[in-house]
């Protein structure tokens, strides 16, 4: 039996070996990165706003919708041309012939009615409105986001420091048991089961430490650095004034959302454009009106006259009107005039659904941050009885009058007591921050 535990032991140690020599690899990677960078969660956000892939991608749109604007403002502007056409042909066989021409005309062409143009421009300047919401947007989505994986990092870093000062009072107590166990005071089966523990808060720790790279990477991806850029989170000091503060009323977050989301905003420019793509469609019904004027001259090679004789003979202007009433369009017109209603009453349908979806998110964030403040106050007792407790066990530890299994099972509780302690406190801060956003206020 003593070389079956001893063999578990000699299996643990190496276990703690191999997860230290991977550790010590990633620590040197680290500090090879040199001196490290501070970050706050506001430089986190400005740097990503500046440099995120889609939202620079968001910006390129908003500049062709700016583009499209002004194409579509442009249909009130007359068009002009100028055109030439130089021309030689040969006849080799028959009666050879070799003949040159040549004509150049200037023309002008100004729609002076078409009931459809003001309706395309007004959904030019909405579509690049749109596109101006949809920046906003996918920014909102990035701070979320960012805000969201700098919490994880706060409580895992958090969790580090707490698992490995749990680590040092492990091995101290795995010391003592050692001195114990040789002293002949305690079963190698109780030494081994402290061994064991310790073994166990080595994975733990790493497992932590582990958990805060895969979120460092994340936040890397976000803000678009490097996955081995190597910088430092500067710590929020989030005190229980600000976990606890006052929760602002929902209905009062969903009334300030529904006034600057951009996402209820693109809505209802949705439906604003569906309405002018119904006049546009109802245009098709209309006529259209346009004047037209040119110039045109021309020369050929064979004429008995000289180029500018030609030119002056051949001179011509003309000028015209243009009217076009469509009759019968295959029941285009009438199709896309129908097309356009459905679509509008999809648009009011996707503002309603814009809205019940606005307005369930914040539920959930407000009842996530009442929750969260509840299960800090629980957990703050919690944690208080059970670090008294475990004082307590230790003590008894200290003198031989518990085990180290009461002092390991006492130990666990006041782990899980930590854990749930810190879970509560970033999810507060995360909610309430949400909240905050959400009703246009600056991030704590």
């Known amino acids: 039996m003593r070389k079956i535990i001893q063999a578990g032991i000699r299996k643990q140690c190496d276990r703690i070996l191999v997860l230290l020599a991977v550790e010590l690899f990633l620590c040197n990677m680290v500090t090879a990165q040199g001196e ?42 007359p068009s002009l041309s100028v055109g030439s056409s130089q021309r030689y042909s040969n006849r080799p066989y028959g009666d050879p012939s070799h003949h040159y021409n040549g004509s150049y005309d200037l023309t002008a062409n100004w729609t002076l009615f078409d009931a459809g143009r003001q309706s395309n421009i007004d959904i030019a300047k909405r579509e690049k409105r749109v596109a101006d919401l949809n920046l906003q947007q996918s920014e909102n989505t990035l701070i979320e986001n960012i805000m969201r994986t ?24 795995m010391e003592r048991s050692r001195i114990l166990y040789e ?22 720790l790493i497992s932590a430490r582990n958990a805060v790279r895969s979120h460092r990477l994340e936040l890397c991806q976000l803000i678009n650095v490097e996955p081995d850029y190597d910088f430092f989170i500067s710590g929020m000091d989030y005190d229980e004034k600000v976990i606890l503060s006052p929760l602002p009323e929902c209905k009062d977050v969903y009334r300030l959302a529904l006034l600057h989301r951009p996402e209820i905003k693109s809505s209802e420019l949705a439906i604003y454009n569906a309405e002018s793509s119904v006049k546009v469609a109802r245009a098709g019904f209309y006529p ?31 000028v015209g009107l243009t009217f076009n009433l469509p009759l019968l369009s295959g029941r285009q017109n009438k199709s896309a005039l129908e097309r356009a209603k459905l679509n509008l009453e999809n648009s009011r349908l996707n503002l309603e659904d814009s809205r019940n979806n606005l307005l369930w998110t914040i539920e959930n964030y407000w009842l996530d941050a009442q929750k969260a403040q509840l299960s800090y106050l629980a957990a703050k007792e919690k944690l208080s009885a059970a670090r008294t407790s475990y004082n307590l066990v ?51």
Request: hydrophobic fraction near 35%.
């Open 36 to 77: 490290r960078d501070v970050w706050t969660l506001q430089s986190c956000i400005d740097y990503a706003l500046s440099h995120n892939v889609e939202i620079r991608q968001r910006r390129i749109s908003q500049n062709i919708a700016s583009v499209n604007e002004r194409s579509a403002q442009a249909a009130y502007f």
């Open 150 to 173: 700098y919490i994880d990092i706060l409580y895992g870093d958090e969790n580090v420091l707490t698992n490995d000062s749990s680590l040092q009072t492990v091995a101290k107590q």
């Open 183 to 204: 002293a002949g005071q305690i079963a190698v089966s109780e030494y081994a089961q402290m061994q064991s523990q310790y073994a166990s808060q080595q994975y733990t």
């Open 288 to 318: 259209t009106l346009s004047v037209g004027a040119g110039i045109s001259t021309a020369n050929e090679a064979r004429a008995s006259q000289s180029v500018s004789e030609q030119l002056k003979d051949n001179w011509s202007n003309s």
């Open 394 to 444: 230790e003590q008894q530890y200290e003198v031989g009058l518990k085990n180290p299994t009461d002092l390991l099972a006492q130990r666990d509780l006041l782990l899980s007591a930590k854990e749930e302690f810190l879970k509560a406190k970033y999810l507060a801060v995360y909610n309430i921050n949400m909240l905050r956003l959400y009703a246009g206020e600056p991030l704590l």
